[in-house]
């Protein structure tokens, strides 16, 4: 009985049906139906799912927040691709998916070795699961990144030039670029916004693509970590395709298609317990 009280609560029970369903399997489908329908009416998805209509703004409520759709009046449409949730919020959505990612990804980084760490929230958690490392060097483009590896003397810290956002403490600029381009570094931890089903992966900001970009190719190993969330995740810049990753590193195993792209181009699946 104890067992079953710590576990963590997947399933809830709708008042007026009384039937049990995965909270995150209908979740994962009323993405999918809004997706190909443009719009879905609270109403319909209640009577989709046999559920009340207040269970119905729950889900999209927490879609809403993971950026995975728009709530409007009366229902829920697509997240669109010019639009991420803001940083705030990004720091606290799947935080604890985020802490066990980032120590699954610490484990593949051996002491004394350089590598790049980009903008995003999952980044951050690295750089604070990477502060017990021994005499890493590492260049970012991310203030928070470098104040927190910083904390470590034992760890050299190399931050890019250029405009820094406000917004994240993100620097971003053609001089981020060119500063990246003077590198060649064992290993290259990107973050994404978004990994479509055919691999392709994206993100919002032009700027950070290119500095994420050029990190890619100048790096001798890529490291993409990312949450569930991110999976068939719309936004309106590629950055490239999964096949240019060595390993992707997450806390879900990803959807069937995905895989298959990933097992086809020889990229590693990580998946954090």
Do not use: W
């Amino acid at each position: 009985m104890k067992e079953k009280k710590a576990q963590r609560v997947i399933e809830e029970t709708d008042g007026k049906s009384g039937r049990h369903a995965s909270v995150r399997t209908r979740r994962a489908r009323i993405v999918t139906l809004v997706r190909e329908q443009g719009f879905m009416a609270i109403g319909t998805l209640a009577e989709t799912f046999d559920v009340t209509p207040q269970t119905i703004r729950r889900d999209i409520n927490a879609l809403t927040d993971q950026g995975l759709l728009q709530r409007h009046h009366g229902g829920a449409g697509p997240m669109l691709s010019t639009e991420n949730v803001d940083y705030t919020n990004r720091k606290i959505l799947c935080l604890r998916e985020k802490q066990i990612i980032a120590q699954l990804v610490a484990q593949h980084i051996p002491s004394r070795s350089s590598l790049f760490i980009n903008m995003g929230t999952t980044n951050e958690e690295v750089a604070k699961a990477l502060t017990r490392h021994d005499r890493l060097r590492v260049i970012t483009n991310n203030l928070n990144v470098a104040k927190t590896l910083s904390s470590n003397n034992g760890l050299e810290v190399i931050v890019a030039g250029g405009v820094v956002r406000h917004k994240d403490g993100g620097i971003v600029g053609e001089s981020t670029i060119e500063f990246i381009r003077q590198f060649k570094v064992d290993y290259g931890i990107i973050g994404i916004s978004g990994v479509d089903l055919d691999g392709t992966l994206l993100d919002f900001d032009y700027r950070e693509v290119t500095a994420a970009r050029s990190i890619m190719d100048n790096s001798r190993k890529v490291f993409l970590v990312t949450d569930h969330s991110k999976f068939g995740r719309n936004a309106m810049v590629r950055l490239g395709n999964i096949k240019e990753v060595d390993a992707m590193f997450t806390d879900e195993t990803p959807p069937a298609e995905l895989v298959e792209v990933m097992k086809q181009n020889g990229v590693e699946l990580h998946v954090a317990k």
